[in-house]
């Protein structure tokens, strides 16, 4: 066999491999979906779709960004609390519309699909940092433990907002990668405006995501000292440029995938919502045990 083939064939068989534990992957996320037999057992997605079947969408852009009317601030909808990432409420929310299960005997199996759909997507991505980083092998081995963690395969079966957060954090981390391993002249732009796009995103499905966004300084450094002596100065030059540019993306995204962490009425209304940061407040003292909440005995 010659080299070409060879070649050839190894490609044919890691693909062949990938496209079997992506499979395995999607039967262990999708199957039993309807666990708890309409039971809402877990308390987390029960207030969740608690929150869902009380949202309406908007008529307007205006209206989807004014914090005080909008129909999908859950604020507005009799749920005081809300310290959720809004970003997985909006495509769980809009789904179920259009497939008629916005209800609340219905949009929770609707969130539930699309979380195992999202974690099966991070099987993929987990392929993809890996054959990025390293090779395809690594790759695929990275994908096939990604795939049959026990933890990953629980979380998709709960319509909950971290199996998004966690697509988008992933996804912010290939982008870094993209930047780290970037070889020849000048550092391609798009991959620090993916990345802040991504940040942005994942930020809006779970605030705590933010301290991903240290991986694209880290990459740009690590593709910096790549660089020859004479080189540096111009590139380091480029690199803070293209950081604040994803940084800019990065908030832009927040703003538009969580519009109600901001008081409005309009996109330009950037003050911070009081509502959200007392939210926020009061979720960091029963996690830090200085409220006496029942979660907080488990946590």
Do not use: C
């Given at each position: 066999m010659s080299k070409r083939k060879e070649i050839i064939t190894s490609r044919l068989l890691i693909w062949f491999l990938l496209l079997l534990v992506l499979g395995l992957g999607a039967y262990l996320r999708f199957v039993g979906l309807a666990w708890d037999l309409d039971q809402h057992l877990h308390p987390d997605e029960r207030f969740l779709t608690m929150v869902e079947s009380s949202l309406e969408p908007v008529g307007s852009l205006s209206e989807y960004f004014n914090t005080d009317v909008s129909s999908l601030n859950p604020n507005n909808q009799g749920h005081g609390f809300y310290v959720y990432g809004t970003l997985?409420?909006?495509?769980?929310?809009?789904?179920?519309?259009?497939?008629?299960?916005?209800?609340?005997?219905?949009?929770?199996?609707?969130?539930?699909?699309?979380?195992?759909?999202?974690?099966?997507?991070?099987?993929?991505?987990?392929?993809?940092?890996?054959?990025?980083?390293?090779?395809?092998?690594?790759?695929?081995?990275?994908?096939?433990?990604?795939?049959?963690?026990?933890?990953?395969?629980?979380?998709?079966?709960?319509?909950?907002?971290?199996t998004f957060a966690t697509f988008f954090s992933v996804l912010s981390f290939y982008f870094a990668a993209e930047v780290a391993k970037a070889q020849g002249g000048k550092v391609k732009i798009s991959p620090f405006l993916f990345f802040g796009l991504a940040l942005g995103m994942a930020g809006a499905s779970k605030i705590n995501t933010v301290p991903v966004a240290v991986t694209l300084p880290l990459a740009s450094w690590l593709y910096w000292r790549k660089k020859p002596a004479e080189e540096r100065a111009e590139a380091g030059q480029t690199l803070i440029l293209y950081i604040i540019l994803a940084a800019i993306i990065s908030i832009i995204a927040f703003r538009v995938f969580q519009p109600y962490a901001f008081s409005g009425p309009g996109f330009l209304g950037i003050k911070p919502n009081p509502k959200w940061i007392s939210n926020l407040k009061s979720l960091r003292a029963q996690m830090g045990g200085d409220a006496d909440f029942p979660p907080a005995l488990q946590w």
């Amino acid at each position: 066999m010659s080299k070409r083939k060879e070649i050839i064939t190894s490609r044919l068989l890691i693909w062949f491999l990938l496209l079997l534990v992506l499979g395995l992957g999607a039967y262990l996320r999708f199957v039993g979906l309807a666990w708890d037999l309409d039971q809402h057992l877990h308390p987390d997605e029960r207030f969740l779709t608690m929150v869902e079947s009380s949202l309406e969408p908007v008529g307007s852009l205006s209206e989807y960004f004014n914090t005080d009317v909008s129909s999908l601030n859950p604020n507005n909808q009799g749920h005081g609390f809300y310290v959720y990432g809004t970003l997985p409420l909006f495509i769980v929310r809009y789904s179920a519309e259009f497939l008629g299960r916005a209800d609340y005997g219905g949009v929770h199996l609707v969130g539930r699909a699309l979380s195992a759909t999202f974690d099966l997507l991070t099987v993929f991505l987990v392929f993809m940092v890996g054959s990025k980083l390293f090779d395809r092998r690594v790759g695929l081995l990275g994908a096939a433990f990604s795939a049959f963690a026990v933890l990953q395969i629980q979380h998709a079966h709960f319509f909950t907002v971290d199996t998004f957060a966690t697509f988008f954090s992933v996804l912010s981390f290939y982008f870094a990668a993209e930047v780290a391993k970037a070889q020849g002249g000048k550092v391609k732009i798009s991959p620090f405006l993916f990345f802040g796009l991504a940040l942005g995103m994942a930020g809006a499905s779970k605030i705590n995501t933010v301290p991903v966004a240290v991986t694209l300084p880290l990459a740009s450094w690590l593709y910096w000292r790549k660089k020859p002596a004479e080189e540096r100065a111009e590139a380091g030059q480029t690199l803070i440029l293209y950081i604040i540019l994803a940084a800019i993306i990065s908030i832009i995204a927040f703003r538009v995938f969580q519009p109600y962490a901001f008081s409005g009425p309009g996109f330009l209304g950037i003050k911070p919502n009081p509502k959200w940061i007392s939210n926020l407040k009061s979720l960091r003292a029963q996690m830090g045990g200085d409220a006496d909440f029942p979660p907080a005995l488990q946590w």
